[in-house]
């Protein structure tokens, strides 16, 4: 079965500063990895996915994601965190076949201080 | 080009009543999946529908059933409400055509259980 796993429940970062948002999945083959931000009140945007390739991918906003197999893991990164930034995120992975259904990690929140 | 859109916004009902909420996926997808965000969680993927027909489901009570309709739109029908049904509902919406490992989330429904 898959499943998801985001260690850091809050991460607090300096606005102009870098982030790194953690990721580890569980899935018996290489999956689909999606990163999704959240807003408060708001439903999910997809911010990059992985599907092969290119381990590095790039996603809006300036985010980009590295999948590393040997780790089992897809974290998330920024250079440069703007307060818009602060929000919610979540890591999912989703089967290679057949219909999908993603399967979500518990979600990151990000707060940008000034 | 409408994304998904979800209808109504926000939702009050009591214990041992019935809801319906509704979604219309974005324009060119055929196939819907429904998720629950309870307070503070990840989504749980509930069940998908694609060709008028629920090729998946989540570990969720026969309570929670769906329809799709010729247009793609979905509905989902909760009965006999309890309190932990209280979440954000959200629907997604993805296409065979496009690969259907991409899901578009729309804005949910939020429901309150007292």
């Known amino acids: 079965a898959q499943s998801v796993t985001q260690p850091d429940i809050h991460i607090t970062v300096s606005e102009g500063a870098s982030l790194e948002l953690r990721c580890n999945y569980s899935?018996?083959?290489?999956?689909?990895l999606f990163w999704y931000v959240q807003s408060p009140g708001q439903g999910l945007q997809l911010l990059l996915k992985?599907?092969?390739?290119?381990?590095l991918v790039q996603g809006i906003k300036g985010f980009e994601a590295e999948f590393k197999r040997s780790q089992s893991s897809f974290n998330l990164r920024k250079p440069s965190v703007h307060w818009s930034d602060a929000a919610e995120y979540f890591c999912a992975v989703g089967a290679v076949t057949g219909f999908q259904k993603l399967v979500f990690g518990t979600g990151t929140r990000l707060l940008v201080s000034p | 080009d409408a994304g998904v859109t979800q209808s109504p916004t926000h939702l009050i009902k009591t214990r041992g009543q019935q809801v319906t909420l509704r979604c219309s996926p974005k324009s060119g997808h055929d196939t819907v999946s429904w998720y629950q965000q309870a307070l503070g969680q990840g989504p749980q993927f509930i069940f998908q529908?694609?060709?008028?027909?629920?090729?998946q489901r989540g570990n969720f009570p026969d309570r929670f059933s769906g329809h799709q309709f010729p247009n793609y739109s979905s509905e989902l029908n909760v009965n006999a409400l309890l309190l932990g049904d209280s979440a954000l509902y959200l629907c997604?919406?993805?296409?065979?055509?496009?690969?259907?490992?991409?899901?578009?989330f729309g804005p949910g429904t939020r429901l309150l259980v007292l």
């Open positions: 529908y694609y060709e008028e027909e629920e090729r």
């Open positions: 992985y599907f092969s390739g290119d381990t």
């Open positions: 997604a919406s993805s296409s065979l055509r496009e690969g259907r490992e991409t899901q578009y």
């Open positions: 899935y018996g083959a290489t999956p689909y």
